[in-house]
């Protein structure tokens, strides 16, 4: 879901006409084995320079002509997002701004949480504006693919929904309504997480769900993760929450009216009533035949789950589109309780990636194979490590990545810290 750009134009304080003539000098990655792919800069990825600040939030989503748009924005601080777009190979995308950069504003503080890819060209971006110091609400942008707000959409390219808290994700069906999921700003034990939906044109679509909304699964500091689109046209939501380390992924599964699938969280039940796992840190992946649960479940919750993670359960679970079993659930020991993972699919290899609590700089990428072994074709001996460049007190601590799917056979990588002045970025081939 990822690649990356020329700047510009700046982010917190910098020249909005600065630009970057030719390619952008490389990343500082090192990335073993070499995995890199050769398409983006030679393999050496690119290095961006971005004034982030302290609060800095990077959202990014792979779009339909290959490109990848990359919004940058402060939590709660400004009333602009910075866009960023770069093709296949690393270059900045001239079709959008100036020299693949360009900026969208809002009348209030305004941050981008996720982004999609929009029908017929063009971008989806979804997060939340605020009117005081504590007070936000949804809001949903449409972005031309030239960048430019699309005055068709909402009040001049933004539709305000009256839903306090925050977007955290965000699809596109192919109908172009757009699907929505986020919290309503509570935090901790107070958050209940909700999906809606919008029309093309920006409206609130009331028909879905109650008035509008549907309540999702909710846990303590929980957010709307992810949402995917099922073949039969079904909506998956995924809420991962954690504390103290008792953490878990909470499933829901919607049909198009917004209304719960029947039976669904009965199977699911069933489901995790057979294993008795007290905490579950996973991710759930769309296929063509349903979805897959991939993660590590223990049978108790432990402040420190690294303490713990040899003696994890790993588990990858195959679900047909209503949530009945698709086959049996594959186990094997796993460390993927240690940090959060994310989980894609390629050809018939699961993919975990996931950075470990005790050296955030660093993510490591699992191929597994349907058995739940490692599958040795993939970097050494089924694994490969992805260490950010920056190094001294608490800098892996800071470290914030963002990983997608980029293309068949590839993702992109994107890692900054929190206070830094540039964007890291590297393409990696499955």
């Known amino acids: 879901m990822i690649v990356w750009i020329g700047l510009a134009v700046s982010v ?53 002509d290959g ?30 701004g100036d020299q693949g950069a360009t900026t969208i504003t809002f ?19 979804a997060g939340a504006y605020g009117h005081g110091p504590t007070h936000e609400e949804w809001v949903v942008g449409e972005v031309t693919p030239h960048g430019r707000l699309d005055p068709r959409f909402g009040n001049g390219g933004w ?15 192919p109908s172009g309504r757009i699907v929505i999921g986020g919290d309503n700003g509570g935090g901790g034990c107070c958050t209940v997480n909700w999906a809606a939906a919008v029309s093309a044109r920006g409206r609130l679509d009331r028909g879905f769900g109650a008035r509008g909304r ?38 829901a599964l919607l049909t198009p009216g917004g209304r719960p699938v029947p039976l669904f969280q009965t199977r699911l039940a069933r489901f995790w009533r057979g294993f008795g796992f007290r905490t579950f840190v996973g991710d759930a992946y769309v296929d063509d035949n349903g979805f897959t649960l991939v993660g590590t479940g223990r049978k108790r919750c432990v402040e420190k789950p690294w303490l713990s993670a040899p003696l994890a359960t790993g588990l990858i679970s ?10 049996r659930t594959i186990r094997f020991p796993s460390r993927m309780a240690d940090g959060f993972p994310q989980a894609f699919h390629e050809g018939t290899d699961t993919f ?60 992109v990588v994107i890692a900054t810290r929190y206070g830094g002045h540039q964007l890291q970025v590297i393409r990696l081939r499955l």
């Open 214 to 251: 549907v309540e999702l699964p909710t846990g303590v500091d929980s957010g709307v993760e992810g949402l995917a689109l099922e073949p039969n046209g079904d909506v998956l939501a995924n809420v991962v929450y954690g504390n103290m380390g008792c953490d878990g992924v909470g499933l």
């Open 12 to 64: 917190a304080g910098c020249s909005s006409h600065a630009k970057v003539a030719g390619r952008p000098p490389p990343s500082g990655f090192a990335v073993k084995p070499d995995i890199a792919d050769p398409l983006c800069n030679g393999g050496r990825g690119v290095r961006l320079p971005a004034g982030l600040g302290g609060n800095p939030v990077v959202a990014s989503a792979t779009m339909a």
């Open 318 to 327: 195959r679900f047909r589109a209503g949530g009945e079993p698709a086959s």
């Open 67 to 96: 490109s990848t748009l990359i919004a940058v924005s402060q939590y709660a601080m400004r009333r602009a997002v910075v866009l960023h777009s770069v093709t296949r190979r690393c270059l900045p995308n001239r079709e959008l």
């Open 352 to 411: 975990v990636v996931r950075s470990p609590s005790a050296d955030s700089g660093l993510l490591i990428l699992t191929a597994r194979r349907p058995d739940g072994s490692t599958d040795s074709r993939f970097g050494k001996r089924g694994r490969a490590w992805v260490h950010t460049p920056w190094r001294g007190p608490n800098a892996t601590l800071e470290t914030i990545f963002s990983i997608g799917k980029a293309s068949p056979r590839a993702i």
């Open 107 to 125: 009348s209030s503080r305004l941050w981008v949480n996720a982004v999609a890819p929009r029908r017929g060209g063009g971008a989806i971006v």
């Open 159 to 173: 539709a305000v929904l009256p839903f306090r808290g925050e977007v955290t994700a965000v699809l596109q069906e």
